[in-house]
């Protein structure tokens, strides 16, 4: 099970689009042609308001009792200097590692999640250093809470619609393609997840939106997997 947000949980989310049956039906043609890489802009990550005490057990788990008790009220925005390099080699090579992340990967608040994508498969992922490192064609923007409720299962399109989601990129091939972006989202709700922050009740304006987009997205999707293979199968190619 993968932390959330972390490179562990990007990694395991990319193995996942590889597997995926229903992105490869989905998202044939993809990419080709054109950029299809993605770029996942997570804001207002909540490092100064959580503690280590608010982490998951999980976490902390091989940290002995002692230290945990003393260090629980220090907020993840302070944890990287107050564990500096005299006393961070001595703390379990996981809290090590979140620490290295929230040093190097958070910028800002915001975490800059690149996906590789052509046609059915996932050419790689990565939490960028820099978000100009990579060139990609769409950028999918949103608060932390908007994407913790996307991998707990919300509609990717209702995230949009109500506002949560900016997608910038060519709004034409996003028509032509408009499953693929909802489509990833159902797969990262697929990835066996643990949320290292905790999460924000939904409003009940937002639950009534989840709901009454749900059946037209699975009536469309089936519509579009049935063409695609309708259209596969009737190529010579």
Not at 56 to 64: E, F, H, N, R
Not at 154 to 180: C, F, M, Q
Not at 188 to 202: C, I, K, Q, R, S
Request: charged share 25%; hydrophobic share 40%; with cysteine.
């Amino acid at each position: 099970m993968s932390l959330y947000p972390t490179e562990q949980w990007l990694e395991a989310f990319g193995h996942a689009l590889d597997r995926s049956r229903r992105l490869d039906t989905i998202a044939s043609g993809w990419g080709v042609g054109f950029d299809g890489d993605v770029m996942l802009v997570i804001d207002d990550i909540p490092l100064a308001e959580t503690t280590l005490g608010d982490l998951p057990d999980s976490v902390l788990a091989d940290l002995p009792e002692n230290i945990r008790a003393g260090v629980s009220d220090v907020s993840l925005a302070a944890a990287p200097e107050r564990f500096g390099e005299t006393l961070r080699p001595s703390l379990p090579a996981n809290v090590q590692d979140l620490l290295y992340q929230i040093e190097t990967k958070v910028h800002d608040g915001t975490i800059y999640a690149y996906v590789g994508l052509e046609e059915g498969r996932c050419t790689g992922t990565e939490v960028l250093d820099d978000p100009t490192e990579k060139d990609v064609g769409y950028v999918v923007k949103g608060p932390y809470q908007t994407w913790r409720r996307i991998v707990d299962g919300r509609p990717v399109t209702s995230a949009w619609l109500n506002g949560d989601l900016v997608i910038e990129g060519n709004k034409v091939r996003l028509l032509r393609h408009g499953s693929v972006l909802q489509v990833v989202g159902d797969v990262a709700a697929d990835v066996e997840t643990t949320h290292l922050f905790p999460g924000e009740a939904a409003t009940p304006g937002e639950l009534v939106l989840d709901e009454a987009v749900r059946q037209p997205i699975a009536v469309g999707l089936l519509a579009e997997q049935q063409a695609s293979l309708v259209t596969n199968t009737l190529s010579p190619f």
